[in-house]
């Protein structure tokens, strides 16, 4: 909280009260030495040892009350527990005063060392009060207090004024004057003690304990005022030691003590309020707990925040600054105010400390080094301010801002009320954001698993003999849905193609390709009569269309009518042949990925050979079947695949070889996610006696 | 993936840069890779050596980076070339082609050399 600085002050509070002592001290040392030999010292000594006593005497008050002003301003918010303390102790040391000090015995041999003495410890009391009332005063403020204070002390320095024209002029009609000058203070008294508000914040507890030490000191108060008042006591006479007039300045304390207190009794018997807002806080916090366990929408459940917390604290305006999904926190959800007014007071400095997650009170702008600038033409709208964040240990929810049209409209309970309904409010945000999380993840969910349905279809279920090859393919996506490609075409002039094809990267983008490599195949099939045509023609529709990062690499085998085999190989790991029991062979035949060139060098590049007619089986698959293990180290890499491949080719048919194959992978995948998609398709001859091609009988 | 991956960048004036790459990359180290280019391009060093040799692994968003710029690169009046390649990442590149497009020699200073006495 920052200290409105009333006086420009530099010396050290503690330095100020240690001189005012010294002088004290000085002070009754002087009185004690023209007491005692006095009759034996020249006038002239005298009068200068007189003339010290009243210089030390008014230069210790002067000082001591210097550093009273200055430690009320410094000294930490009295709570109320501090109110009471000092309502407590002030009226104790005044009963003391006036109990204890008559009893002094009169007329002794030094008896003016005495009332020094004496005069010393009620100026040191009324410091002490003073001190206690000044700081209710500082920090209990509103924006009139200044001036407010000024009259108090314009209103004394009459008053010691008029005590110093009747003692040197012996004038005795200012009585009237005087007595209007105690009517003033006790206006300014009533005017300077306006913010009540933090005694109803307080507990039940605490605010009769208070009230009960205030009408104490009420009582004591006005009698000691009395006391002083009247020249002929002896607690007067002792304060008169110090200098004419000190009674009735220490007797108008006194009055401005026991009406402050009085007014702290009428608060507190009078206090209505505080039992409706209690119930308020219990409403608020049930109806909070009860809208975070509803389906609310975000915007619901910020508007009843900001109206809750409005209902909490006396502000006049309100808004969330919030920290929602889109990342860049903003201010959302205005109550009282609009955008643009709320935008001039996010300053940098104090969406720096809201970021922070502190709490922030600001209770006049305009005291503020921060909103100095800004304060004059905020002012219509803004006065007070405070930030409450909404933060659990990991997440930064946002702010609640409040405004007041007010200076100083936030007290202690409140703020420690909204920092109690804080952890409220986050828990409610945190489960509604929770809630709709997992809201979107089921229905995105939802609709990955269809379109992962919607991509199975996409391939051959079952895939009928191709010029006396049967043909059987699977495919696994790493996600729901992959880039992963296997299909069968006729094309013009009954030759078969099967093809395995993999577009690069992962997801739905890599699937949204693939379902687009599917039309294009199914459109361009027709049309062409050999599989180089057709792979040209593939990449030729692709040209210009695939982003600059993304390749499609495929393997296309042609069947002809006659059951003879070629292949094109565009940048696919190369497909595996065989003989139903022997070596396996890599076909590497040589071409480019689609996508890399244009469509003329790719036709350059990639070539179609004829195959052996020997081999009885053919394997097609994707990356994602060498690759399998990649991370953990256990790649099974082109070698470890075709001893799988040579092992299973004695099994009798391609469902069996594929089958095979994708149980042995599945095993070694064994619970780890897949990296990549797996994908296979298996060719074998039917017949085990290959009829050449004059025959024209397929196999 | 806890593989690591590094990508350091080093001088080897005459305007050529050497990129040195190092572990696994992939989908979720290519950014990386991708602003260290980026730079080089901003500033007009477009002579670019890709030193594998300590590259462990290579995905499709990997090479995706390569053939994102391999264009502006050349229409910029530069070039990108890879050398010492691993035995699989050398599979990798033979087999989807990428000797078709882009420079690749054994060793450095092959690349090097090629930089500084450009060939027809």
Redesign the interface.
Known sequence: MVVHRFLPLQQTTSSLLLLGISLGGAHVIVVTLSETFGRWLPPLVLMLLEALAVTTSLTAIGVLGWGVIRESQQHEAPDPRRVRNWLRWSSIGTVGMLLLLPSIVEHDVQHVVYLALEGGAILALVGWISHGLLSVFYHYRTARTPFLLRGVSFVFAVTLLLEWIEHLTDVESLKAAKAINVLVLVVLTLLLSRRRRWLRLTTRAERWSLAGWAAVLAGVAAFAAITLFDGQTHQAQALREWFVGSNILAGSLFLMVSTYAVVVVATVVGGEGAAERKAFEFDAITFLSRVASQHDTPEELYQTIITLALGLSDATSAWLYLNDDTGEPRIAVLAGIDVDRAEALMIPELIGRTLERDVVVIPWLREDERFYRIARSVESYAQSLVVVPLADNDTYYGSIVLLSNQPFAFERGDIQLLDAFAPAVTIALANNRLMREALLRERLQRELSMAREIQQKLLPDDIPPLNGWEVVGWSEPAYEVGGDYFDYFWLSGGTACVLVADVSGKGIRAALYMAKLKGVCTALAPMCSDVHEFVVRIHQTFEGVLERRVYITLAAIGIAPDGSTTIVRAGHPPPFASQSKGKVEILSTRGIALGLVSTERFSEITEVTELDHRWQQLVLYTDGVIEAGVTSNKELGLDGFSDLVSQASHLASAAEIAENLRTVLRQRAGEHILHDDMTMVVLRCSTNTKVTSESGLPC | ?N?GFRADLEPKGKGIFVIRLRGYLD?YTAPQLDTLIAGLLEQNSNRIIVDCAELD?IS??G???F??YI?PIRAAGGDLKFCSLNERIA?IMD????Q??FHITEHFDQALRAFEIPSD
């Open positions: 993936m593989q989908a692994y499709s968003a090479l995706g980076v053939m994102a264009e599979m087999m989807l082609g990428f078709h497009i």
